[in-house]
């Protein structure tokens, strides 16, 4: 068994811009897990840099209101929606709330730096 408490993971700006904790990432520590797992934190109206992964990904939202754009799509994204991401897909999120808008991001296989793109605007 593997506890991590989120408090404990540290936080960093991610390549989006958004504040990221990295919970688990099977190539950062011993873990079998074809996944990995970390919870994002976008401020109050501010939105994230297009960006683009090679693998599929999976948000799920905690906290906050959000616009999410995927490709030429966007829909309002709320708490315990679970969005699915299609690899290769270019995506950015926007808090459009009061509050912080955080979500998990899993991806599958996990996260390498080399499997994200990063859109500087």
Same mark, same amino acid.
Not at 58 to 63: A, D, R
């Given at each position: 068994?593997?506890?991590? @408490?989120?408090?404990?993971?540290? *936080?960093?700006?991610? #390549?989006? =811009?958004?504040?990221? @904790?990295?919970?688990? =990432? ?7 897990? =074809? ?12 939105? /994230?840099?297009?960006? @683009? ?10 906290? #906050?209101?959000?616009?999410?754009y995927i490709d030429k799509e966007k829909k309002i994204v709320n708490p315990s929606? /679970? &969005?699915? %991401?299609?690899? #290769?897909?270019? *995506? @950015? %999120?926007? =808090? ?11 991806? $599958? ?6 499997? $994200?793109? &990063?859109?500087?605007?």
């Amino acid at each position: 068994m593997k506890i991590k @408490r989120l408090k404990d993971c540290k *936080q960093f700006i991610a #390549g989006d =811009n958004s504040l990221l @904790r990295e919970i688990l =990432n099977p190539h950062k520590e011993r873990l079998e897990l =074809n996944y990995s797992l970390a919870c994002a934190k976008v401020k109050p109206g501010k939105m /994230t840099l297009k960006h @683009r992964l090679k693998y599929s990904e999976v948000y799920f939202i905690l906290k #906050g209101k959000g616009i999410l754009y995927i490709d030429k799509e966007k829909k309002i994204v709320n708490p315990s929606d /679970t &969005v699915y %991401i299609p690899p #290769g897909s270019i *995506q @950015r %999120i926007k =808090n459009i709330g009061k509050k912080d808008l955080e979500f998990l991001c899993i991806v $599958e296989p996990a996260w390498v730096l080399e499997c $994200e793109e &990063v859109f500087k605007e």
